[in-house]
């Protein structure tokens, strides 16, 4: 029987700290932080056998919110202490929660090769088209000709595609979902967390504060509106021409594929190392 929302909350938040919560009235990282819940109880997890990392940004704050094992870390550098946790105890489920900006901007470096080296963790990124928390910046996800506190007369830069860079740099498990199909999110973190090697999640969010009415989306309503418009299956996208795809957002599993996994291939080098040094 799936657990109520009630007893989720009971079972893994920190009701005394830090609540209320900082976001923003009809921001998407409350609907993400819901379906990683509803993720984590389905696979039947305890609290301490979950680790959840965090660079800065909004949804940085996720961590502080959650009764698991957590690490509030700097800025764009959530997978590189999820790597030393993940090497130090293989056994434990890793996920890092980051914006756009926490992961593509100054983490972009640190997220092609975690895809890479196709790490055995879960990455959620949440992807607003601009830095929220610090003044409505553009990313480098903002869209180009977009309006930001840094592109009053739009943006000249292109955007990265955050699902199909994964996919470009070797992650195993890659997919797609915006904040309007709620329960979406919370079955592809459940395939992610599920699946063995570096399995991205990226979560197209409304940022309708700091980018919505900069670029006259409307509020939140309006916004998520816009998500379900635009919103095309993959299976469907797979019919469909280049022409008309354009300004369409494809969503679902976009790549699962089988991959080394370098954790367990660093466990065999020190192995063969050990073997050599006995004959030796």
Known sequence: MPISAQDLRHKYLRHNKKFPHVWCPGCGNGIVMAALLRAISRLELSRDEVVLASG?????????????????????????????VKLANPSLNVVTIMGDGDAMAIGGNHFIHAARRNLNLTAIIINNSIYGMT?????????????????????????FSIAELAVTAGASFVARATVYHAHLIDRLIEQAMEKRGFAVVEVISNCHVQYGRRNKLGGAVDMLKQFKEE??????????????????????????????????????????????????
Do not use: W
């Open 56 to 84: 800065i940004g909004c949804s940085g704050r996720m961590p502080t919110y959650l009764d698991f094992n957590t690490l509030h870390t700097t800025h764009g550098r959530a997978l590189t202490f999820a790597t030393g």
């Open 135 to 159: 003044g409505g910046q553009y990313s480098a996800t903002t869209p180009f000709g977009a309006t930001s506190t840094t592109s009053i007369y739009g943006h000249i830069e292109q955007a």
């Open 231 to 280: 919103a095309v299956t993959v299976n469907k996208a797979a019919e469909l021409s280049p022409e008309e795809l354009e300004g369409k957002t494809t969503i679902g599993v976009l790549v699962d594929r089988e991959l080394p996994i370098s954790t367990e291939e660093y466990v065999k080098v020190r192995q063969r190392a050990h073997e050599s040094r006995e004959k030796a």
